[in-house]
């Protein structure tokens, strides 16, 4: 299908990546990864003849179709949802205009014996011919079905694109491209803007796709789940496994490790052989066989070790004072915009040091919670923010607000002040933005070299209370992980929005599940969360999190009940926490008694401790069910 040959480009004089070969052929579902800057965008957009190569050639058939979803595209404006969708079909739709001509100039004429009329149904009938056959009668209720696929509701089909997000118009685009049938998919972080439905949706599109889909994606998951091959783009090359993601982890490791064994080996038999040489070229008689040796020594291939690209940025939030012990508190937040009502009665108290994590479907308010706290949006209900108070917030499109006619250096330099002026190289640096690459315009720049550069700008102001939401869209997997970690030492307070399990475990204390208008506390990390929800990720918590009507409430609670009401539910998930940490607690030492029961009960007072730890669930489990009848009192009253 695609052959493509010794492909090279360079920027600047130096090499993104040189004499790469490789093949596209039908059911290939490529997963192209490598760390941000390293070349994945630039591939698709060579793959796409949208941009020439330095060297090389592409071979393809000669019909082929290839079909491009790029990180950032232009619209049209004035355009429904449908009829922007419809665009995908422009064949059929010159063929709809003909056969109109036509059908009107049937209808205007009367010689009905005139060659010419009789040319005219000859044409109509190729037409519609031609019309079937490029699926010219099913294609308006394809495109509703994938639009719907996507997260369309049906009242949306007949609203401007003007009225719909960059996230959402994303998504135009990828419909258009899923309607082509094109031979070849190039998709440039397609889940970015799609929330768990879609995402499991558009899974299961590609799956079954006949023709070739290569992928940039930073999400495990989704690579998993979709692909079965993985090329990577590392330090000018790349590696090819018929392999998904995390399976080609494991290869490329077994890979790395055999290739030293066998250099160690190889070396070992170089450094005897030179040994010999030097012991033969000594005496005259063995002059001949050292010649020889030499000879021997110089054909072999040296084995090379495959290397790592393990360039990362380094990332440090500093606090910049101490705030009050609360710094955020919320009673009775809600929020519409229109008749859609997002947030309802939400109350809540974010303390200081606290790491918190908002998760839930996407449209249940995460975002538009964060957007209130930072004062972007307004809202009914009170929100105070605690004394000394200074936030620090990534946008989920943090990256859209940068200026693509500024330089990465001038970008930093308008944002700076007189006391951090002179650190901005330095940051840069730390971002991985050294030498040359601070004079790029920030147009030129990827998805994920955008959101590091929002990143080193956030550190140019101070604050203690950092809201971050979704901050690893386009960030490769290694930058997710300095992150993370950077997230992890922060001395501050934290409120982080997102969908990603791994991102998310050992990060945050704190839970807050957005649903139907509501959120509900959990008092633990997200392992705790998905526990308490028996499930195993938070895909499955946003497919099952459907939004319902609320229902009319039997009788108004007075602001004493509500207050009583919420004093409960801490108590209760104060009460769950304790259960499941003590849980944990008797389970390790009932595992410790299996292993070596002697060492393990010699201990002083062994078996009084471990019998009030029992005692002290039963309590807790007692203490848990009355509190949930209380609870269920005030509810049903």
Not at 227 to 238: A, D, K, Q, V, W
Not at 365 to 372: D, E, F, P, Q, V
Request: with cysteine.
């Amino acid at each position: 299908m695609m052959n493509i040959h010794n492909l090279s480009i360079s920027f600047q004089g130096e090499f993104l990546f040189e004499d790469i070969t490789f093949k596209l052929g039908n059911g290939d579902r490529v997963g192209l990864i490598g760390k941000n800057g390293a070349g994945k965008s630039t591939m698709l957009k060579i793959l796409s003849r949208e941009m020439e190569p330095d060297t090389g050639q592409i071979a393809t058939d000669k019909a082929l179709k290839i079909g491009f979803l790029k990180q950032d595209i232009d619209f049209d404006f004035g355009r429904t949802v449908l009829e922007e969708s419809y665009e995908a079909f422009t064949e059929i739709k010159a063929l709809e205009a003909k056969l109109e001509d036509i059908n009107t100039q049937l209808a205007e004429r009367t010689d009905y014996e005139s060659e010419t009329y009789h040319q005219l149904m000859v044409d109509v009938n190729e037409l519609q011919h031609q019309y079937e056959i490029l699926g010219g009668y099913n294609y308006q209720g394809n495109t509703e079905r994938i639009l719907q696929g996507l997260g369309f509701k049906r009242e949306d089909f007949d609203k401007l694109t003007d009225t719909f997000s960059g996230g959402w118009r994303m998504r135009i685009e990828l419909a258009k491209l899923l309607l082509q049938n094109n031979d070849i998919l190039l998709l440039d972080e397609p889940t970015n803007h799609l929330d768990i439905e879609s995402i499991i949706w558009l899974e299961g599109f590609l799956k079954n796709y006949a023709g070739a889909v290569v992928i940039v994606s930073h999400d495990k998951m989704f690579l998993d789940n979709v692909t079965n091959r993985t090329i990577e783009i590392s330090l000018g090359r790349i590696y090819d496994y018929p392999k998904p993601y995390s399976k080609y982890l494991i290869l490329r490791e077994e890979l790395r490790t055999q290739q030293l064994a066998s250099q160690k080996n190889q070396q070992k038999q170089i450094e005897q052989t030179e040994k010999l040489i030097e012991k033969f070229r000594a005496k005259a008689s063995k002059a001949t066989m050292a010649q020889s040796l030499i000879k021997k020594l110089d054909k072999i291939e040296r084995i090379e070790v495959d290397e790592d690209d393990n360039s990362v940025m380094t990332l440090n939030f500093p606090v910049s004072v101490t705030p009050g012990k609360v710094v955020v508190e919320a009673e009775h937040v809600a929020k519409n915009y229109g008749e859609n009502q997002v947030l309802k009665g939400v109350s809540l108290l974010i303390e200081r040091d606290s790491k918190t994590a908002f998760v839930g479907q996407n449209g249940q308010g995460k975002s538009t919670l964060a957007k209130i706290i930072v004062g972007e949006i307004k809202h009914d209900g009170n929100l105070n923010l605690g004394h000394n108070v200074q936030l620090g917030y990534f946008a989920q499109n943090q990256a859209e607000y940068l200026d693509g006619n500024k330089t990465v250096l001038d970008t930093m330099i308008d944002a700076a002040n007189e006391t951090n002026r002179s650190r901005v190289r330095d940051i840069l640096g730390s971002f991985l933005f050294r030498g040359d690459d601070v004079e790029k315009y920030v147009r030129v720049l990827s998805g994920g070299e955008r959101n590091r550069l929002a990143l080193a700008k956030l550190m140019l102001q101070p604050f203690n209370v950092l809201i971050m939401d979704e901050p690893t869209n386009h960030l490769d997997i290694k930058s997710k992980n300095v992150l993370k970690e950077a997230l992890k030492r922060y001395g501050g307070t934290l409120i982080v929005v997102s969908h990603d399990r791994d991102f998310l475990q050992g990060l945050t204390n704190k839970v807050y599940e957005f649903k139907d208008q509501r959120i509900k506390e959990y008092l633990g990390d997200i392992d705790y969360y998905l526990e308490s929800r028996n499930v195993e990720n938070l895909r499955e918590v946003e497919k099952r999190t459907v939004v319902k009507e609320t229902p009319k409430e039997k009788k108004q609670q007075s602001y004493e009940d509500q207050k009583r009401l919420k004093s409960l539910n801490n108590k209760l998930s104060n009460v769950e926490a304790k259960i499941g940490e003590l849980e944990k607690e008797i389970k390790a030492i009932d595992l410790e008694l299996e292993i070596n029961y002697e060492k393990v009960t010699s201990q002083p007072n062994f078996f009084d401790n471990y019998q009030k730890m029992k005692t002290n669930l039963q309590e807790l489990m007692q203490k848990w069910e009355d509190i949930q009848l209380e609870i269920e009192q005030f509810t049903e009253c």
